[in-house]
C-alpha cells in the first residue's frame, strides 16, 4: 500500500459545522486510503476548531488561522503544507463520490502527459428537492482558457506548487489559479458524477444577482489589462444574465431557476446519490428527501 502514490486532499473551511464532520466522513469512506488530509481553519468562530481538534485519524493535518485571511490564504497554506504526489480539494460543506480519490489517482497513473483530471459534479441541496448534474465531456483536452471545476479535479503537485492562489481575489481564486496551472497544459474530464456540491441550501436570487455583477466586473478588468475580447465576452454574458436577474426572477420560483443551471440526473445517478446521501447523513436528514430522490 505504501507504493500507492500520496494524495493530498484541501479542504479549507470558515465556520464549517455542522457539515464539515459529513464531508469528512466521505473522505473516510473513500475505497483510496493512501491520502492525507490538510484542513485549514480560516479564523472559524462556530466551534470548528473543536471538532477539528477531535479528530484522531493521523491522516488528517490541521492548522488555524488566529483571524479570517479569506480562501485564497486558506488554500495557499494547505497547498504549501501538501507532501502528496497528487493534490485533490474537497470544499466543507460537499461531499467525494467513494471512489472518487482512486478513480483520479489512476487515471493520471496511467496518463503522464495528462496534468489535471476533472469529474462532473451533481448540485444538491438538503432542504430542497432540486437536484442536477454539471456535466463534463470524456477526453482529454488542451487548454484553451476554458477552465474545468476545481473542486472536482485532481492535480500533479509538482505542478501546482509552482504556482499560487491569489490573495487579492476574494471569489475566483481557484479559477485564477487553474488558468495558470492549466496553461500550455493537457487536462482530461470524466462523465462520472465524482463530486457532490452542497450549494442549494444556499443559493438565493441575491446572491445569483451579486454573482452575475461579480462577472461584470470581472469583465471590465480584463478588457482595462488588456484582454478586450475576452473581458468583453465576460461582460456581456454576465450583463445578460443580470438583467434576466433583475426583470424576470422576481416572477420564478427559486428551484426553477436552479434546475435551468445543469441537465437533469438520470435514474442511476438519483439512486446513486440517495445511496451516498443515506451513508453519509443521520436518517433525519435523508429520510425527507426520499420522495423527490
Sequence with gaps: MDQLPLVSVMIPVYNGMPLLQYSIKSLLNQTY??????IVDDGSTDGTLDYLKSLTDPRFRVFSFGKNKGRAHARQKALDEARGEFIAMLDADDLYHPEKLERQVSFLVHNPDVSLVSASMCSF?????????RAQDE????????????ASSMMRSDIAKGFKY????????????LKKYLTGRQYALQSDILYYYSELDSVTKTKLRKYYTNGMTAGLKEISSGLVAKGGI??????????????????IDI????ERRGTPLSLQEKKNLSTLLKQIYPEEITAKREAVL
Design 125 to 133: 441541496g438538503l432542504k430542497c428537492d432540486v437536484t442536477y448534474k
Design 139 to 150: 477526453g482529454i483536452k488542451k487548454f484553451d482558457g476554458n477552465v474545468p471545476p476545481h
Design 33 to 38: 486510503s493512501r491520502w492525507e488530509c490538510i
Design 234 to 251: 465576460r461582460f456581456l454574458l454576465s450583463l445578460g444574465k443580470y438583467i434576466v436577474a433583475k426583470t424576470v426572477y422576481p416572477f
Design 166 to 177: 491569489n490573495p487579492a481575489l476574494r471569489l475566483g481564486e481557484d479559477a485564477d489559479f
Design 255 to 258: 428551484n426553477k431557476i436552479l
